[in-house]
Nanobody, 125 residues
Framework: VQLQASGGGLVQAGGSLRLSCAAS????????MGWFRQVSGKEREFVAC????????TYTDSVKGRFTISRDNAKNTVYLQMNSLKPEDTAVYYC???????????????????WGQGTLVTVSS
C-alpha cells in the first residue's frame, strides 16, 4: 500500500484546511486509517483515526470539535477536515494505515504498517 498525503499549506489562525490521503496498490476500505502529526524534535502524535468496518472515528482531545476524519471508499481516500486552526496545530501531518482493526493501540504510531510522506501545515497567529 502506498499513501500520498496532500493538502497542507499556510493558513491564518481560525482558518481551515482539508488534508487528503490517497491510497494505491490495494483497496483500503477495510483498513484502519489514521492521521498523526509531528513537530521537529518531538514525537509523532496521534490526531485521529477511522475504522474500516463501520466503527466511529476517534480523536485526540485537542482537536475534538475542530477536526473531522472521513473516508471515501470509492476513491480509496481518507480526509482530515481541519477547522478553527490554531498555531499549535502547526506540524507535519502524516497519514497511516493498517489492515488490522485497531482497538486499544490506535494512538501508537508503531501500530500502523503503512505511512504517507507527510504534508506540512503551518498556522500563523
Amino acid at each position: 500500500v502506498q499513501l500520498q498525503a496532500s493538502g497542507g499549506g499556510l493558513v491564518q489562525a481560525g482558518g481551515s484546511l482539508r488534508l487528503s490521503c490517497a491510497a494505491s496498490g490495494r483497496t483500503v476500505n477495510k483498513f484502519t486509517m489514521g492521521w498523526f502529526r509531528q513537530v521537529s524534535g518531538k514525537e509523532r502524535e496521534f490526531v485521529a483515526c477511522i475504522s474500516g468496518v463501520g466503527g466511529g472515528p476517534t480523536y485526540t482531545d485537542s482537536v475534538k470539535g475542530r477536526f473531522t476524519i472521513s473516508r471515501d471508499n470509492a476513491k480509496n481516500t481518507v480526509y482530515l477536515q481541519m477547522n478553527s486552526l490554531k498555531p499549535e496545530d502547526t506540524a507535519v501531518y502524516y497519514c497511516a494505515a493498517d489492515a488490522v482493526q485497531i482497538s486499544d493501540t490506535y494512538y501508537n504510531p508503531s501500530t500502523y504498517e503503512y505511512w504517507g510522506q507527510g504534508t506540512l501545515v503551518t498556522v500563523s497567529s
